[in-house]
């Protein structure tokens, strides 16, 4: 268990931890409150698999959707939903990727006006060889003919439902989680939500065999995964944005346009961790994070971009006490 999920006390289960088979079919295209497909508990496995359809089948097909919500027993406004990323594996052997148009890092789109011609549309179909963990595409019109690169799977959506009455189409990212596009949301990490609703109300889609920094074309490899997450509540434990969590760094996952301001949302939201779980003070902390710290650009192509400021365990202290939350 990661170290902020093990220094505070997850909510008790009643029962047994139980194990959960969901085979969804059918998808939504935002995230937003609505009643829940299955409800787990704390301690809770969930075994099911993000949704295939005609956008992966067919230029202009429609997005399939994201999978839920699913209710956590306990979740109330206020507390962290703790999801552990047992399992993000590839279950076609084809991906999508799709560029050009109004959409991508180096193309205009409605926020960024240009005066150059728009890019062509592509769409790349990757061969994905799971057993050898790769995958090749076809290059046309580059003398090399094609290329193999090494598959890191990972999800680029996975949200609570958002505070009070929003609904955000499924493009958008936030404080609620949503559509980070991090390479960062994989096997081995543990994603940490602010609970906005009861039951928190968790979705997950948008599975990438491999998605480099900033998906600067708008979009990764593009493909159906089979998943396992494991549940928890921090009861009481109020974030502000999402966190994560692996073996060697801790995470905090900033959302905004423009660029700088979702840099500043993900360090100074990753200075108040140090602060209020490891103590540091601001100043010490605002020192050692601009020395030691490292920053991903997850996305740059979605309404709100994406960074990811990144601080290695091994700088960290031994843990303090975190205070009581105040009175609400």
Request: glycine content about 10%; charged content about 20%.
């Given at each position: 268990?990661?170290?902020?999920?093990?220094?505070?006390?997850?909510?008790?289960?009643?029962?047994?931890a139980?194990?959960h088979?969901?085979?969804?079919?059918?998808?939504?295209?935002?995230?937003?409150?609505r009643?829940?497909?299955l409800?787990v508990r704390?301690?809770?496995t969930?075994?099911?698999?993000s949704?295939?359809?005609?956008?992966?089948?067919?230029?202009?097909g429609?997005w399939?959707?994201e999978?839920?919500?699913?209710?956590?027993?306990g979740?109330?406004?206020g507390?962290?939903?703790?999801?552990?990323?047992l399992?993000?594996?590839?279950?076609r052997d084809?991906?999508?990727s799709?560029?050009?148009?109004?959409?991508?890092?180096?193309v205009?789109d409605?926020g960024?006006?240009?005066?150059?011609?728009?890019?062509?549309?592509?769409?790349?179909?990757?061969?994905?060889?799971?057993?050898?963990?790769?995958a090749?595409?076809?290059?046309?019109?580059?003398?090399?003919?094609?290329?193999?690169?090494?598959?890191?799977?990972?999800l680029g959506?996975?949200?609570?439902?958002?505070?009070?009455?929003?609904?955000?189409?499924?493009?958008?990212?936030?404080?609620?989680?949503?559509?980070?596009?991090?390479?960062?949301?994989?096997?081995?990490t543990t994603?940490?939500l602010?609970?906005?609703?009861p039951?928190?109300?968790?979705?997950?889609g948008?599975?990438h065999?491999l998605?480099?920094?900033g998906?600067?074309c708008?979009?990764?490899?593009e493909?159906?995964?089979?998943?396992?997450?494991r549940?928890?509540?921090?009861?009481?434990?109020?974030i502000?944005?999402?966190?994560l969590?692996?073996?060697?760094?801790?995470?905090?996952?900033?959302?905004?346009?423009p660029?700088?301001?979702?840099?500043?949302i993900?360090?100074v939201?990753?200075?108040?961790?140090?602060?209020?779980?490891?103590?540091?003070?601001?100043?010490?902390?605002?020192?050692?994070?601009?020395?030691v710290?490292?920053v991903?650009?997850a996305n740059?192509?979605?309404?709100?971009?994406?960074?990811?400021?990144?601080?290695p365990?091994?700088?960290?202290?031994?843990r303090?006490?975190?205070?009581?939350?105040?009175a609400?």
């Open positions: 268990m990661p170290r902020l999920a093990a220094f505070l006390v997850l909510v008790p289960c009643l029962a047994a139980e194990t088979h969901l085979k969804p079919t059918v998808g939504h295209q935002t995230f937003a409150v009643p829940p497909i409800t704390a301690g809770d969930l075994e099911s698999e949704l295939w359809g005609d956008w992966y089948e067919r230029a202009g429609k399939p959707g999978v839920g919500p699913i209710a956590i027993a979740a109330e406004p507390d962290t939903l703790v999801v552990e990323v399992k993000v594996r590839p279950n084809t991906a999508i799709t560029q050009g148009g109004r959409f991508g890092a180096l205009p409605r960024t006006a240009m005066l150059n011609d728009l890019f062509p549309r592509g769409r790349y179909v990757w061969r994905l060889d799971a057993a050898r963990t790769r090749t595409v076809d290059l046309p019109g580059s003398a090399s003919r094609t290329a193999t690169v090494p598959l890191r799977p990972m959506r996975v949200a609570v439902a958002p505070a009070g009455e929003e609904a955000f189409d499924g493009l958008w990212p936030g404080p609620f989680g949503g559509n980070m596009d991090t390479s960062d949301v994989r096997e081995g994603v940490y602010p609970v906005f609703h039951g928190a109300l968790f979705y997950f948008d599975g065999a998605q480099g920094d998906e600067v708008g979009s990764g490899l493909t159906s995964m089979e998943v396992a997450f549940f928890g509540l921090l009861k009481k434990k109020a502000e944005w999402p966190r969590e692996d073996a060697t760094h801790i995470m905090v996952a900033g959302s905004a346009r660029l700088s301001d979702a840099l500043r993900a360090f939201e990753l200075i108040a961790w140090l602060e209020a779980e490891y103590g540091f003070g601001r100043a010490d902390a605002y020192q050692l994070v601009s020395q710290a490292e991903r650009v740059m192509v979605d309404p709100l971009y994406t960074v990811v400021a990144k601080f365990k091994r700088f960290l202290p031994a303090v006490a975190a205070p009581e939350p105040a609400r």
